[in-house]
């Protein structure tokens, strides 16, 4: 699928933020802060685009406080999209490391929008870890008709 001596060739080309929420008052001093992560991926074959969103919860007691989701839309290059989609099925499969490179991307764009959107506020504390998106993404991503 992957040509191995070429990488894919893409262009960032929207960044949406999908939603924001404060949910507490503040951040609790003293009080342990988890972080739930997930990632989505979407395309739009008539515009060669695939979209990331990744979204992030924090809690304090398991209780929310604040939820950012944020989204990157990729043009791929006509001739990388070649290599994502098939001939026969019509469907687009990202190999698992572009996945991955293109989730990093997006992790690093929420990572300045909460900042951005928190900035002069308590929940400014609040960052998002480094997180291994490799680790998220286990096998290729295969996208048939999945809006963005």
């Known amino acids: 699928m992957e040509n191995k001596n070429q990488p894919l060739g893409f262009t960032l080309r929207q960044i949406t933020t999908e939603q924001f929420a ?3 008052e503040a951040v609790a001093e003293g009080k342990e802060i988890g972080i739930k992560a997930s990632l989505r991926f979407g395309v739009d074959q008539a515009h060669r ?3 990331n969103f990744s979204k992030f919860e924090f809690d ?3 209780k929310p406080i604040l939820i950012i989701e944020v989204g990157c839309q990729f043009e791929v290059d006509p001739s990388s999209w070649g290599e994502l989609k098939s001939n026969e099925t019509g469907v687009i499969t ?3 490391g572009f996945a991955a490179h293109l989730a990093m991307l997006t992790v ?3 990572r300045g929008v909460l900042h951005a ?3 002069k506020t308590p929940f400014n504390q609040l960052m998002l870890p480094t997180i291994n998106v490799a680790s998220m993404i ?3 991503v295969v996208l048939s008709d999945v809006p963005v």
């Open 49 to 51: 685009v695939i979209a």
């Open 117 to 119: 959107k928190t900035e």
């Open 94 to 96: 990202l190999p698992k």
């Open 108 to 110: 690093g764009t929420a």
């Open 138 to 140: 286990k096998e290729d």
């Open 60 to 62: 304090q007691e398991e």
């Open 22 to 24: 404060t949910v507490a």
